[in-house]
Protein backbone atom coordinates (compact mmCIF):
# COMPACT_ATOMS: atom_id res chain seq x y z
CA UNK A 1 0.00 0.00 0.00
CA UNK A 2 1.39 3.58 -1.16
CA UNK A 3 2.23 5.60 1.89
CA UNK A 4 4.39 7.02 4.02
CA UNK A 5 6.11 4.97 6.77
CA UNK A 6 7.56 6.63 9.97
CA UNK A 7 10.24 4.51 12.42
CA UNK A 8 10.28 4.29 15.33
CA UNK A 9 6.85 4.39 16.50
CA UNK A 10 7.80 5.83 19.82
CA UNK A 11 10.69 6.28 21.59
CA UNK A 12 12.15 7.59 25.58
CA UNK A 13 15.60 9.27 24.70
CA UNK A 14 17.77 11.05 27.46
CA UNK A 15 18.83 14.58 27.37
CA UNK A 16 21.57 15.18 25.19
CA UNK A 17 21.73 12.21 22.98
CA UNK A 18 21.24 12.59 19.46
CA UNK A 19 18.43 11.16 17.71
CA UNK A 20 17.24 10.28 13.98
CA UNK A 21 13.27 9.99 13.01
CA UNK A 22 13.33 8.15 9.56
CA UNK A 23 10.75 9.03 7.18
CA UNK A 24 10.04 6.98 3.48
CA UNK A 25 7.78 7.99 0.79
CA UNK A 26 6.68 5.96 -1.81
CA UNK A 27 4.39 7.77 -3.99
CA UNK A 28 7.21 9.87 -5.89
CA UNK A 29 6.33 12.88 -4.15
CA UNK A 30 8.74 15.75 -4.81
CA UNK A 31 7.84 17.74 -1.45
CA UNK A 32 8.11 16.53 2.12
CA UNK A 33 7.61 17.61 5.27
CA UNK A 34 8.37 17.25 8.92
CA UNK A 35 6.40 18.75 11.73
CA UNK A 36 5.77 18.83 15.62
CA UNK A 37 2.60 18.86 17.14
CA UNK A 38 1.94 19.44 20.89
CA UNK A 39 -1.54 19.84 23.13
CA UNK A 40 -3.14 23.00 22.61
CA UNK A 41 -0.95 24.07 19.51
CA UNK A 42 -1.74 23.74 16.12
CA UNK A 43 0.91 21.55 13.35
CA UNK A 44 4.17 23.48 13.34
CA UNK A 45 6.69 23.57 10.47
CA UNK A 46 9.80 22.42 11.40
CA UNK A 47 12.25 22.07 8.22
CA UNK A 48 10.49 21.08 3.81
CA UNK A 49 12.13 19.72 1.29
CA UNK A 50 10.13 20.68 -1.91
CA UNK A 51 12.80 18.53 -3.79
CA UNK A 52 15.29 16.04 -3.82
CA UNK A 53 18.68 17.94 -3.20
CA UNK A 54 17.17 21.01 -1.48
CA UNK A 55 16.20 21.72 2.18
CA UNK A 56 14.57 24.99 3.51
CA UNK A 57 13.52 26.06 7.50
CA UNK A 58 10.28 26.04 8.63
CA UNK A 59 8.87 27.81 11.60
CA UNK A 60 10.74 26.20 14.14
CA UNK A 61 13.89 25.06 12.89
CA UNK A 62 16.32 25.32 15.99
CA UNK A 63 17.81 22.10 17.26
CA UNK A 64 17.36 20.05 14.53
CA UNK A 65 18.57 19.17 11.12
CA UNK A 66 17.43 17.10 7.78
CA UNK A 67 18.59 16.06 3.99
CA UNK A 68 17.48 14.86 1.15
CA UNK A 69 19.66 12.64 -0.49
CA UNK A 70 16.64 10.90 -2.27
CA UNK A 71 13.28 11.31 -3.56
CA UNK A 72 11.70 8.89 -1.13
CA UNK A 73 13.80 9.51 2.34
CA UNK A 74 13.75 12.65 4.33
CA UNK A 75 15.39 12.16 7.98
CA UNK A 76 15.13 14.19 11.10
CA UNK A 77 17.68 14.79 13.52
CA UNK A 78 18.40 15.69 17.10
CA UNK A 79 21.70 16.80 17.66
CA UNK A 80 21.63 16.91 21.50
CA UNK A 81 17.88 16.36 22.37
CA UNK A 82 16.38 18.49 25.13
CA UNK A 83 13.64 17.95 27.05
CA UNK A 84 11.18 20.99 24.74
CA UNK A 85 11.64 18.70 22.04
CA UNK A 86 9.15 16.34 23.54
CA UNK A 87 6.79 16.07 20.79
CA UNK A 88 4.66 13.84 18.41
CA UNK A 89 6.19 14.25 15.04
CA UNK A 90 4.46 13.55 12.00
CA UNK A 91 6.54 13.44 8.28
CA UNK A 92 3.94 14.35 5.42
CA UNK A 93 4.31 14.50 1.81
CA UNK A 94 2.69 16.29 -1.39
CA UNK A 95 3.16 16.09 -5.37
CA UNK A 96 3.13 19.89 -5.24
CA UNK A 97 2.69 23.29 -3.32
CA UNK A 98 -0.30 23.64 -3.08
CA UNK A 99 -1.53 19.91 -3.22
CA UNK A 100 -3.13 18.45 -0.24
CA UNK A 101 -0.14 16.65 2.16
CA UNK A 102 -0.64 13.28 3.00
CA UNK A 103 0.95 12.37 6.88
CA UNK A 104 2.41 9.31 8.46
CA UNK A 105 1.79 8.10 11.61
CA UNK A 106 3.70 9.94 13.54
CA UNK A 107 6.80 8.99 16.11
CA UNK A 108 5.83 9.85 19.82
CA UNK A 109 9.38 11.25 21.42
CA UNK A 110 9.94 11.79 24.88
CA UNK A 111 12.82 13.51 26.12
CA UNK A 112 13.58 13.06 30.15
CA UNK B 1 1.88 38.06 13.11
CA UNK B 2 -0.21 34.92 11.23
CA UNK B 3 -2.89 33.21 12.84
CA UNK B 4 -5.81 30.90 12.74
CA UNK B 5 -8.58 31.07 14.94
CA UNK B 6 -11.31 28.12 15.49
CA UNK B 7 -13.64 26.66 18.40
CA UNK B 8 -11.33 24.45 20.65
CA UNK B 9 -14.28 22.34 21.45
CA UNK B 10 -17.91 21.11 19.76
CA UNK B 11 -20.20 18.76 21.06
CA UNK B 12 -23.24 17.59 18.81
CA UNK B 13 -25.70 14.94 18.56
CA UNK B 14 -25.74 11.84 16.25
CA UNK B 15 -27.38 12.60 13.13
CA UNK B 16 -27.67 16.48 13.24
CA UNK B 17 -25.83 19.01 11.35
CA UNK B 18 -22.57 20.67 12.92
CA UNK B 19 -20.53 23.81 11.27
CA UNK B 20 -16.97 24.73 12.55
CA UNK B 21 -15.77 28.24 11.68
CA UNK B 22 -12.20 29.27 10.99
CA UNK B 23 -11.09 32.60 10.48
CA UNK B 24 -7.71 33.27 9.54
CA UNK B 25 -4.45 35.98 9.21
CA UNK B 26 -1.84 35.05 6.97
CA UNK B 27 0.85 36.86 4.91
CA UNK B 28 -1.16 35.98 1.44
CA UNK B 29 -3.47 32.91 0.45
CA UNK B 30 -2.91 30.30 -2.00
CA UNK B 31 -5.64 28.19 -0.52
CA UNK B 32 -7.51 26.72 2.58
CA UNK B 33 -7.50 23.19 3.66
CA UNK B 34 -9.52 20.98 6.23
CA UNK B 35 -8.11 17.72 7.64
CA UNK B 36 -9.53 15.43 9.87
CA UNK B 37 -7.60 13.86 13.10
CA UNK B 38 -8.61 10.48 14.64
CA UNK B 39 -6.99 10.86 18.36
CA UNK B 40 -3.44 9.20 18.10
CA UNK B 41 -3.79 9.20 14.60
CA UNK B 42 -2.38 11.14 11.79
CA UNK B 43 -4.16 13.77 9.86
CA UNK B 44 -6.49 12.92 6.53
CA UNK B 45 -7.25 15.45 4.00
CA UNK B 46 -10.91 16.83 3.78
CA UNK B 47 -10.71 19.41 2.00
CA UNK B 48 -9.77 22.24 -0.44
CA UNK B 49 -10.89 25.52 -1.45
CA UNK B 50 -9.02 28.43 -3.17
CA UNK B 51 -12.07 30.08 -4.79
CA UNK B 52 -14.91 31.65 -2.88
CA UNK B 53 -17.87 29.27 -2.16
CA UNK B 54 -19.07 26.10 -1.27
CA UNK B 55 -17.01 22.85 -2.39
CA UNK B 56 -19.39 19.49 -1.50
CA UNK B 57 -18.23 16.19 -1.17
CA UNK B 58 -20.36 13.59 0.53
CA UNK B 59 -21.85 14.60 3.87
CA UNK B 60 -19.37 17.06 4.14
CA UNK B 61 -19.39 20.91 2.91
CA UNK B 62 -16.48 23.89 2.81
CA UNK B 63 -16.81 27.20 2.16
CA UNK B 64 -14.62 30.35 1.93
CA UNK B 65 -14.81 33.73 2.10
CA UNK B 66 -11.41 35.20 0.82
CA UNK B 67 -12.54 38.80 1.61
CA UNK B 68 -13.61 38.21 5.36
CA UNK B 69 -10.83 35.94 6.13
CA UNK B 70 -13.39 32.86 6.78
CA UNK B 71 -14.08 29.58 6.18
CA UNK B 72 -16.24 26.88 7.73
CA UNK B 73 -16.63 22.85 7.38
CA UNK B 74 -19.90 21.62 7.87
CA UNK B 75 -21.19 18.07 8.58
CA UNK B 76 -24.15 16.22 7.90
CA UNK B 77 -25.87 13.44 9.41
CA UNK B 78 -23.50 13.04 12.28
CA UNK B 79 -22.05 9.76 12.86
CA UNK B 80 -20.13 8.63 15.53
CA UNK B 81 -16.97 8.32 14.13
CA UNK B 82 -16.99 11.61 12.95
CA UNK B 83 -15.68 12.47 17.00
CA UNK B 84 -12.35 13.79 15.82
CA UNK B 85 -10.21 16.82 15.58
CA UNK B 86 -10.66 19.00 12.62
CA UNK B 87 -8.02 21.16 11.62
CA UNK B 88 -8.11 24.02 9.43
CA UNK B 89 -4.67 25.57 7.82
CA UNK B 90 -4.25 28.27 5.11
CA UNK B 91 -1.31 28.30 2.91
CA UNK B 92 0.17 31.22 2.85
CA UNK B 93 2.31 32.94 0.44
CA UNK B 94 5.36 31.26 0.59
CA UNK B 95 3.13 28.28 0.24
CA UNK B 96 3.55 26.77 3.52
CA UNK B 97 0.64 25.92 5.53
CA UNK B 98 -0.24 28.08 8.58
CA UNK B 99 -2.14 25.62 11.12
CA UNK B 100 -5.05 26.23 13.55
CA UNK B 101 -5.01 24.89 16.81
CA UNK B 102 -7.72 22.69 15.78
CA UNK B 103 -11.33 21.63 16.68
CA UNK B 104 -12.27 18.63 18.94
CA UNK B 105 -15.63 17.54 17.65
CA UNK B 106 -17.39 15.40 20.25
CA UNK B 107 -20.56 13.41 19.01
CA UNK B 108 -23.17 12.10 21.32
CA UNK B 109 -25.84 9.79 20.79
Known amino acids: IAGITQAPTSQILAAGRRMTLRCTQD?????MYWYRQDLGLGLRLIHY???????GKGEVPDGYSVSRANTDDFPLTLASAVPSQTSVYFC???????????FGDGTRLSIL | GQNIDQPTEMTATEGAIVQINCTYQ??????LFWYQQHAGEAPTFLSY??LDGLEEKGRFSSFLSRSKGYSYLLLKELQMKDSASYLCAVMDSNYQLIWGAGTKLIIKP
Open chain 2, 49 to 50: NV
Open chain 2, 26 to 31: TSGFNG
Open chain 1, 27 to 31: MRHNA
Open chain 1, 92 to 102: ASSSGSNQPQH
Open chain 1, 49 to 55: SNTAGTT
